[in-house]
């Protein structure tokens, strides 16, 4: 690869680290880059899925030093992970992905829509509501399955992966969006390293261009999540709903115009 090429690999793997924090969706922008730059599609998606576990990785060190995370709460949804993901790396290669981003954009827009129309979800933490006296907790149930559902997106390409975890934390756990960032973040370690490992065994990871990038991206994210434990709510959730607004709406544009 050019040096030219690498350069500005960098500085974008860089940026879109600092900003992932907050909103995810890092692939939609790195991984199409990099078809570009003539990496193979496997590849690309391999190596930056060994990319993206040294960022989740840099990301969660801040959230863990500060007690942002609720261990026993957020170990059930790692298990559920870890076996979505396995199943969605496994699937690379026999589905298209021709229509996966236009339905991770179609998520987004769901996604902002909702957190537009409640406007205390992720500002003001809530229970989630419950049917059946308690008995039988609706919001629970569905929040395991997407959880499961988007590890296994999560591990076939994670355009967007840790968006869609982040609302669906928001929606029906009733997390604040710096609870949400912080949870989602340690789940992505397990997701990406799942996924690295089956991409690994595979022989698809660039381990010379994998290694800059995951060095690269460390440092990006602990430098974003540093940012993120200072920012309050109501911030993460401007953020956020702008930064996905703005790359749902490109990823339907691009579809259009292939």
């Avoid at 981003?101 to 129309?117: D, E, G, Q, Y």
């Avoid at 076939?156 to 934390?169: E, R």
């Avoid at 602990?222 to 940012?227: D, N, P």
């Avoid at 709903?241 to 749902?248: D, P, Q, R, S």
């Amino acid at each position: 690869m050019p040096i030219s090429d690498l350069i500005i690999l960098i500085i974008l793997f860089f940026v879109t680290s600092v900003i992932g924090v907050v909103t995810g969706s890092n692939s939609l922008i790195t991984v199409p880059v990099m078809f570009q730059f003539g990496i193979e599609p496997k590849v690309a998606v391999a190596t930056n899925m060994f990319g993206l576990t040294f960022m989740a990785i840099g990301a969660t060190i801040p959230f863990l030093r500060q007690g942002a995370i609720d261990k026993k709460r957020v170990s059930p949804l790692i298990i559920l992970t870890l076996i979505g993901s396995a199943l969605g790396a496994l699937l690379v290669g026999l589905i298209s992905s021709k229509t996966i981003p236009i339905i991770v954009s179609i998520s987004m827009i769901v996604v902002t829509i909702f957190t537009l129309i409640k406007p205390d979800a992720g500002v003001a933490k809530s229970e989630p509501p419950a049917v059946a006296g308690g008995l039988f907790n609706y919001s629970l149930v569905i929040a395991y399955i997407l959880t499961f559902i988007l590890g296994i997106y999560g591990g076939l390409y994670s355009g967007g992966y840790v968006t869609m975890l982040t609302a669906a934390f928001v929606a029906f756990f009733g997390m604040t969006f710096s609870e949400a960032v912080a949870s989602t973040k340690l789940i992505n370690v397990f997701s990406s390293l799942i996924a690295t490992i089956i991409f690994m065994w595979q022989g698809l990871v660039d381990y010379k261009l994998g290694l800059i990038l995951a060095v690269v991206m460390f440092v990006g994210a602990y430098i974003g999540a540093r940012v993120v434990t200072k920012l309050n709510d109501l911030w993460l959730k401007r953020i956020f709903i702008a930064t996905v607004l703005i790359l749902a709406l490109k990823t339907i544009i691009d579809f259009i115009l292939k």
